[in-house]
């Protein structure tokens, strides 16, 4: 939908002639760049255009990725990225912006109005990099996180000070590692969707967050889905499908 609507809006603006939007709107849906084949109709299939994972990608393919998508698309999200990245990324989008506890990227060309409905709920201090990551990606779909950090079954009085939150949610992420029993706690209390996130935070025995995922997979109370350890990302685009399909029936 973002390529379709750029063509337009430069037709309109006498930018583009109509034979070069026929041109544009007959062009491939993917950009082969030999090392990347760049999905520009993902936004028409699933509402965002492609988001690009930069962990073990170049800061070269990673900007070039980033070019074409930029040339159809008002949003880019890159996930899993360092300053380097970054200050490359600035040579081709001067309006980029580098989250550093995210580890992301965004460009957000479009003047949009944020909705609310999803609340991130953290286990701990060291879970904040992925509640970040899951921060960043919602605002760059329309959704405004409201944040319950550091509210993890060590301390329940903690999160339960915040069940009025919680209840007003629509749809709530909750990121754990160590025993990764928050989000059964959380289920428990609400009649909304749960989303959890397994992080890597823990000791030995956690085994890099397979132990949070195992107990979240395996979780008593109903309405969790579990998303892979880390993945944030993943949790954020869960999140605001869930939110997409709810405000259209509202």
Aim: aromatic share 4%.
């Amino acid at each position: 939908m973002d390529r379709i609507k750029i063509i337009l809006e430069k037709y309109k603006n006498q930018e583009i002639g109509y034979d070069q939007v026929i041109e544009l709107l007959n062009l491939p849906v993917f950009d082969d760049l030999g090392f990347a084949k760049v999905d520009h109709d993902r936004s028409t299939r699933t509402g965002f255009s492609e988001v690009i994972f930069g962990l073990g990608k170049t800061p070269d393919q990673i900007c070039k990725i980033a070019e074409s998508i930029l040339q159809r698309s008002n949003r880019l999200l890159i996930t899993r990225v360092n300053k380097d990245v970054f200050n490359q990324i600035k040579s081709i989008a001067q309006d980029a912006k580098f989250h550093e506890e995210a580890s992301c990227i965004s460009v957000n060309r479009e003047d949009t109005v944020l909705l609310h409905g999803i609340t991130v709920v953290s286990a701990g201090t060291s879970d904040l990099n992925v509640v970040r990551e899951i921060e960043v990606t919602s605002e760059i779909m329309g959704y405004k996180s409201q944040l319950v950090l550091d509210v993890g079954v060590a301390g329940i009085h903690r999160l339960l000070s915040h069940v009025g939150i919680l209840n007003e949610s629509r749809v709530i992420i909750v990121v754990a590692g160590m025993d990764g029993a928050l989000p059964s706690v959380v289920s428990g209390l609400v009649k909304v969707p749960v989303i959890a996130v397994p992080t890597s935070v823990g000791y030995g025995a956690s085994f890099g967050g397979i132990s949070a995922l195992l107990t979240m997979l395996n979780s008593c109370a109903s309405g969790v889905a579990v998303v892979n350890i880390d993945n944030g990302y993943g949790a954020a685009d869960l999140a605001c499908r869930i939110m997409n399909i709810i405000d259209v029936d509202d």
